[in-house]
């Protein structure tokens, strides 16, 4: 069965700092997909990146980069010189090719930026 | 290009009523899929439509069921509402079904039972 594990349940740093986010999955199918996405306190996630399990070369997008490694099942994700506006809940999902558009989430990470 | 819509926003209602909740996709998407988040359970797939047909379910009562528009509106139902059934309730569309398609999600309707 599909799982997605966030050890870091809250998360609190200085602005300005860099921050990891950690995100464990498990599956059985060989096609599968890892998300990101970011929950501000308004309540609506937000997509921040999507990965298939063909593909694990890292990326970055700006201040943002994801570290993706089948060898150990890790997808996580790192802010670089972290802001306020950052603070939120970030949820990693799992996506599998035999499960339509069904999702599983990780329990997600609460990131507090403080200025 | 509008998002994700969903009314009403917030709701409250007693136990043993029934609610319905409604969500517009993003025009020309066709799937719709509905998640629960609740503190204590986390995001939870409630179950995806595609071409009106329900195509995945998740593991939830009978009480939860959800149907599609042809113009691939989505709604669900609660039916005899229960305390722990109060949570955000999310709605997400996509281009197509499929594991890979990135689905954007609308702003939740937040229902409460008392």
């Known amino acids: 069965a599909q799982k997605v594990t966030q050890a870091q349940t809250e998360i609190s740093v200085v602005e300005k700092e860099d921050v990891t986010l950690d995100c464990v999955y498990e599956t059985r199918d060989t096609t599968y997909y890892l998300f990101w996405y970011k929950q501000p306190p308004s309540g609506e996630l937000v997509f921040l990146i999507r990965r298939n399990s063909f593909d694990e070369q890292n990326e970055i997008s700006g201040r943002y980069s994801w570290n993706f490694q089948k060898s150990t099942s890790s997808f996580n994700f790192t802010i670089t010189a972290s802001q306020v506006v950052d603070s939120a809940v970030y949820f990693c999902?799992?996506?599998?090719?035999?499960?339509?558009?069904?999702?599983?989430f990780g329990e997600g990470t609460q990131l507090t930026v403080n200025p | 290009k509008a998002g994700v819509t969903q009314t009403p926003r917030y709701l409250i209602k007693t136990r043993g009523q029934q609610v319905t909740l409604s969500c517009s996709p993003i025009?020309?998407?066709?799937?719709v899929s509905w998640y629960q988040q609740t503190p204590g359970q986390g995001l939870q797939f409630l179950f995806e439509y595609f071409s009106e047909t329900q195509r995945n379910k998740g593991n939830f009562p009978g009480r939860f069921s959800g149907r599609q528009f042809s113009n691939s509106r989505s709604e669900m139902n609660v039916s005899t509402l229960e305390l722990g059934d109060s949570a955000l309730y999310l709605c997400?569309?996509?281009?197509?079904?499929?594991?890979?398609?990135?689905?954007?999600f609308g702003p939740g309707t937040r229902l409460t039972v008392l």
């Open positions: 025009s020309g998407h066709r799937s």
């Open positions: 999902a799992l996506g599998e090719e035999t499960s339509g558009s069904r999702l599983t």
């Open positions: 997400a569309s996509s281009f197509r079904n499929g594991g890979g398609n990135e689905q954007f």
